[in-house]
Structure formats: structure tokens, C-alpha cells
């Protein structure tokens, strides 16, 4: 049977709980094959008898359909249809990362300090890494392989920013400064898609990897230099695109600003502004003041999202003043991670 | 004014000189052994014009991809960055100093998003001439099959750092620079390469040519072809023409030349009739496609919209050179044809 325009899920039929999703594509994959493959190798599995688990089939234009607006949905199993089900959230996560970045609030110099150290590294990044789902390492660079992704794009182009402008040109200059006063935000590395496991590959932070790597290259930086990295054991792509509805073993809470979660419209509208905080609290959220909301991290996607959401969106704040907010030390030294991380 | 908002690439031949003679290049038989370059004034009168008549507007991302396999932020012809190539009959960095000084106005000139690239057969590839050339992105042709380990061994003695990723199942060696953001070596060219006709001038009936693969053997062209509708390549002699392989040195490509930018604006040129024709006659499957066109298999793979004059091509369709197939589209783009 032809299985091109299907997708397989793999789940519990107890808890109906869905483990892994894929497309069978380009291979000779057969629902009985996956079902065997995934039993074998998933860690929820372990323990428990191979019957629990089935697959279902499914239609993976409706499946394709949902993936581009992905972070909008959750999927759960419907056992009567033996089919999945795609529910829609309330709460609508644009793209956090890039189209809304040129409307912003006005932020005082201590709220951005606030935002980077208190929500992003003390409250977002430590229930991430507590969560378990990646862990933090300090790898030194000749353990972390540059992806081709972005080098065909001009260095200051898809930010801006001081620090891509400047090593435009000189693509030494951005890896000196770091050296110099540390960087402000984790590489997240992980294998490729496919690839062997063990070779790990940055997914973001590739500029800041390349001008490192240049700079050790020329004796400019010593050959045991090492980088907060986030890892994760699964190919990141895969993450954030099939595999980004997948549960949480265990949930957890992370803080962003309003807007990003529902939009810029709750800047301008007051309405809007209302029924969001409504919704975030009705889905177990709170506010931690009147821009920033605690919600629940629940799926694969959201835990990208809650921790990639200040990266993104803190950069074009945090690079103008450099001089005020200098990155963390925390993220800078080894040792005082680790101690920060087991407080 | 936008009338050139279309146009997703631009070639344009710095000079003439080239210090090969390839046996699949035309310059065997059509000698460009002598180097003039295309003047100051026009090449700065090009790209002021590219500014203001809106080339390539800022695209910042291509649609979203809906799974890895539709992943795909390089070399995508009509939704990836604008280019502007410094390639043609000629080798760029013979006269590095004028390619040095090239990019720059280009780059001071043009938006930050556009991308600054030029192929080269690597005779000329030093560390000294590495530094200050301030490209994108860097072609590397290993026309002499000196193999992966001595570009390894090169790339690395001139400063570039050697960089694998497996997962793009890229055919070649990717490097970084301080300077240029990636170089590309196709090493064993001609064992990897599909040799096209060059707009008629090559044949694979030459004797010297019948060791190397022919893209779609060759045969008789069938399908549309988008290049012209979003694309300009201009010489060193300052003529406009509709495709890298159509030259304005050759007898048998004369007639091609839709203008030139020493008499007139690229939108002059670019909306001319003879530009418009020709342009036109290459929307249709199976048609009555101009000479140089007959047997070229320059097959572009990607997605192609928003031309003027309507033409949308999605190239998967057409990678075989064949029409009519039942061919399953990956997305819900329709062609407009």
C-alpha cells in the first residue's frame, strides 16, 4: 500500500497520549514497521508491554494543513474515529521570532534588565532545563559542526544589530566580543535529521559559532574556550516542525510578555488586551504584572517557543545598550551555572 | 518607481578576459583572451538603476515550509534573496582589484538583503585576493579535477574554514571566511556537471565534449522556461540580454540583444517589445521557442511568481524536460498557464 499521503502516530492507548508522529516519506515504511520501531526506541515504552501502543493513520494533507499554523492547534486522539483530532487554542502564538519586531512598547532600561534576567534566564531558561527535556552543556568548539542555513544571507541583514553589522565585513569581530564579555544567549545544538547522533550542530547561534571558530583559528581565542549550549538529543528541525505537538511528560510554567502570546493587538486594544488576560488565566496562567503573563508550557512547541521567545525578541532591545546590560554572568561561567542551575 | 520589482537576479560581466579556454565553455572557439571592462560610469549607472527601479524588493522569507523536505532557504531562484552575480564568459577574479572595487559600490549601493556572488575557476584563489572581497557567497569550479583533499588543503592554507553539513546533501566543499560569508568548491567538475548547449553554441556531437553527461541528453526543449521573465545578464560590452548563455560577442546570438545600458534605462530595455516577445514565447509548454532556446536544458527547479507578464513555473514539474505528466504538486500553489 501506498502510504505517501498519510502519517503514522504512534501512542499509548491508555493514557491516549501521542508519542511520535512521522510522515513516511521516501522510505518503505509500513504502520506494523513503525509501530515495532518506535516500541523499541521510545523511552515512554519502556516497561510496558508492546500492546499498549497502536498507530494510527492518518491524512497528512489536513496534517500539512495544521503544521503551518502549528502553534495555534494541539492534536489529540479521537479513539472512537481512531483518527486525530485538531483542536484549536485560544491563544493564537504568531511567530514570535521575527513578525513583530518592529512594533514594540517603549521599555524602560530596568524592565529590559527584568525581562532578560528575571524571566528569561532565572524563570524560562532554569524550568526549561528542569524540565529535562534538553540539557545544558558547556561545549568547547570543536564539538559543535556550522550548518549551511543562513550563510547565504548577508551578516546584516536578518538582524540588524550592532553585532552582525559590524562583523559584516569582518566576521572576526562579533567572536572577539564575545570572547571579551560573553554572549547573551545559549547556542541550542543537536543533531541532524537522520545524521549520526553523536555530531552536534548549532540550529541557533550560527554566527556566533562561525566567528568563534574563526577567531580560535588564528590563535585568538584558546583552543579549550567552551559555550553555554543547549542540547537537545533529537534533530531541532524535527522539534519545531512534525514533532512540536508532542506532550510534555511534564509541564511546566514560563513568562512572556502579552503581546507576544496573543498579538499586538492587546497593545492598542483594550477589549483584546482583557480577553486575553482572560484566557491566560483560565488556562492556568497568571499575571506576573500587567505586561507579562505565567503560562503552562504543555508540548514540545511551546517549550521552544517559551524559550526562544526572549532571544529573539529581547536582541534588538538589549544591543543598543550594551554598555547598560552586559550579558549574564551566569551563562558566561561554568561553574557558576552549574550552581545557579541546582539552586 | 517598481517596474524591476520582479527581477530576482542580475549578472553582470565585469570585463572580458578569461585565461581559459574550457572545452565546454564557448571561449574555445570564441577567444577572451583580452580584457575590457565595463566602464565606471556604466556599471555605477546599472546599479543606480537597479535602486531606482526597485529591484528586488526585500523577500525575507520564503514560504512556510510544511516539513524537511520543503526546508529550503538557498538557491531558490525567484523567492530567495536578489543576486547580483558578477559571473559570465569571463573569470572574475583575473582583475582582482576591479572585482574588489565592484563589490564594494555594490555593496554600499544596494539594500543589505541583496546578495553579492561570482563563480570562479579558482586559478586566481590566494589568500591575498581573498581578503577585502567582501561577497556573499563564493563559487569555486574544480575544472581541473583536482579533487576534494586539495581544496580542503587550499580553502585551509588561505584562511577559510572547512564547514560539513551532511544534512543538505550538498555535492561539494562549503567554507567560511572572515570576509566572505560561504565559498562553494565543486570539486571534480566536470565529472559532476551536466553540460548544457549554451544557447546553441556547443553540441554534444563534438568530439571533445563526448565524455561529459548531458543534462536531458540534450533533446529538444519542451518546457517553459522562467529565466528571462526574472533575470538580466549584462556584458562587458553594456548589452542587456535575456540569458547567461546567450553572449552579445557571438554571430548566432546577435539578434538576442534586447538593448544596451550605454544608450538605455534597464526598464526601457527590459519593456521593450523584443524583450516582451521574447520573454513570451517562453511561457508555453511545447512552443515555438526562440533558436538559442531550442535544445538549451537549463531546467530551473524552483517556484517562479509574480513576473508581469503573468508567467508563474513551478520547475519541478519540468525537471525531465517533459510535459503533461500527472506530476503531484508539493504545495497549493497553481500554475498559471
Redesign the interface.
Known amino acids: 500500500m501506498d502510504y505517501s499521503d498519510k502519517i503514522f502516530i504512534f501512542y499509548n492507548k491508555q493514557t491516549l497520549e501521542i508519542i511520535f508522529i512521522q ?1 513516511p ?1 521516501k522510505t518503505n515504511l509500513t504502520p506494523e514497521k513503525f509501530l515495532d520501531e518506535r516500541y523499541l526506541i521510545e523511552k515512554k515504552c519502556i516497561g510496558l508491554p508492546k500492546d499498549n501502543f497502536d498507530v494510527i493513520i492518518s491524512d497528512r494533507e489536513s496534517y ?1 494543513r495544521v ?2 499554523d502549528m502553534s495555534s492547534y494541539y492534536l489529540r486522539i479521537d479513539d472512537v474515529k481512531n483518527d486525530i483530532e485538531y483542536v484549536l487554542k485560544k491563544r493564537a502564538v504568531s511567530n514570535p521570532t ?1 513578525n513583530v519586531q518592529d512594533i514594540k512598547r517603549v521599555f524602560t532600561t530596568e524592565q529590559i534588565v527584568e525581562m532578560y534576567h528575571e524571566d528569561y534566564i532565572n524563570f524560562n531558561l532554569k524550568n526549561f532545563l528542569k524540565s529535562g527535556y534538553a540539557e545544558a552543556v558547556f561545549f568547547p568548539l570543536s564539538e559543535i ?14 538582524h ?1 544589530d550592532r553585532f552582525l553589522s559590524d562583523s ?5 569581530l562579533l567572536g572577539q566580543d564575545i570572547y571579551k564579555n560573553g554572549t547573551y544567549w545559549p547556542i541550542i545544538v543537536s543533531p ?4 549520526n547522533p553523536r555530531y552536534l ?1 548549532a540550529y541557533e547561534g550560527t554566527h556566533r559559532l ?1 566567528s568563534l ?2 577567531n580560535q ?1 588564528e590563535g585568538l581565542i584558546p583552543p579549550d574556550y567552551k559555550i553555554l549550549c543547549i542540547k537537545y538529543n533529537e534533530c531541532y ?2 522539534l519545531v ?2 514533532q512540536r505537538f508532542m506532550p510534555l511528560s511534564k509541564s511546566y510554567k514560563a513568562r512572556s510578555l502579552i503581546e507576544i502570546l496573543y498579538g499586538n493587538n492587546v497593545i492598542l486594544d483594550e477589549q483584546k488586551y482583557k480577553e486575553s488576560v482572560e484566557d491566560c488565566l483560565s488556562n492556568n496562567g497568571k499575571l506576573k504584572d500587567d505586561i507579562t503573563l505565567e503560562w503552562t508550557v504543555k508540548s514540545i512547541g511551546d517549550s521552544i517557543f517559551a524559550l526562544q521567545t526572549y532571544p529573539h525578541w529581547l536582541r534588538d532591545l538589549i544591543y543598543p545598550i550594551t554598555d547598560e546590560i552586559k550579558p549574564s554572568c551566569i551563562l558566561n561561567d561554568e561553574k557558576l551555572f552549574m550552581k545557579w542551575l541546582n539552586e | 518607481m517598481s517596474s524591476l520589482s520582479h527581477i530576482r537576479r542580475v549578472d553582470i560581466e565585469l570585463q572580458s578576459f578569461c585565461n581559459r579556454t574550457c572545452d565546454w565553455c564557448p571561449n574555445k572557439d570564441y577567444l577572451r583572451n583580452k580584457s575590457i571592462a565595463l566602464d565606471d560610469v556604466y556599471y555605477t549607472k546599472i546599479l543606480t538603476e537597479l535602486n531606482q527601479f526597485g529591484f528586488a524588493p526585500d523577500r525575507k522569507f520564503p514560504t512556510v515550509a510544511t516539513n524537511l523536505d520543503m526546508v529550503s532557504f538557498n538557491g531558490d531562484f525567484a523567492r530567495g534573496q536578489p543576486t547580483v552575480s558578477f559571473m559570465g564568459f569571463q573569470e572574475p577574479m583575473a582583475d582582482i582589484k576591479l572585482l574588489k572595487r565592484r563589490v564594494l559600490e555594490a555593496k554600499e549601493t544596494l539594500p543589505s538583503y541583496v546578495v553579492l556572488s561570482t563563480n570562479t575557476n579558482g586559478d586566481y584563489f590566494t589568500k591575498k585576493n581573498l581578503d577585502g572581497l567582501f561577497l556573499t557567497i563564493l563559487n569555486v569550479m574544480d575544472y581541473d579535477c583536482k579533487g576534494k583533499d586539495f581544496w580542503i588543503k587550499t580553502l585551509e592554507e588561505n584562511g577559510c574554514m572547512v564547514i560539513d553539513d551532511p544534512g543538505r546533501q550538498y555535492q561539494g566543499i562549503l567554507a567560511v571566511h572572515k570576509n566572505i560569508n560561504l565559498i562553494k568548491v565543486v570539486y571534480d567538475w566536470p565529472k559532476q556537471a551536466l553540460l548544457e548547449n549554451r544557447a546553441g553554441v556547443l553540441s554534444k556531437e563534438e568530439q571533445s565534449l563526448k565524455l561529459i553527461r548531458w543534462k536531458n541528453d540534450s533533446n529538444k526543449r519542451v518546457v517553459p522556461c522562467p529565466e528571462p521573465s526574472y533575470y538580466i545578464n549584462i556584458t562587458f560590452d553594456g548589452s542587456v540580454m535575456p540569458c547567461c548563455h546567450i553572449r552579445s560577442d557571438i554571430s548566432i546570438h546577435k539578434d538576442y540583444i534586447l538593448g544596451n545600458v550605454k544608450e538605455n534605462t534597464l526598464e526601457e530595455i527590459l519593456n521593450s517589445p523584443k524583450a516582451v516577445e521574447f520573454r513570451q514565447r517562453l511561457t508555453v509548454e511545447n512552443g515555438d521557442y526562440p533558436d538559442p532556446c531550442k535544445y538549451c536544458q537549463k531546467i530551473r527547479t524552483n517556484i517562479c511568481t509574480g513576473a508581469p507578464n503573468g508567467f508563474n513555473y513551478i520547475g519541478k514539474r519540468y525537471m525531465d524536460n517533459k510535459v503533461n505528466e500527472n506530476v503531484r504538486f508539493l504545495n497549493d500553489f497553481k500554475p498559471n498557464q
Open positions: 510522515e516519506l500539512r503544521l503551518k521575527y559542526n556550522i550548518r549551511l542555513h543562513m550563510l547565504t544571507k548577508n551578516w546584516n541583514y536578518f540588524n559584516h565585513e569582518d566576521k572576526r541532524l535529521y537522520g545524521h550542530y562561525i571558530k574563526l583559528r528541525d524535527v516542525n512534525s
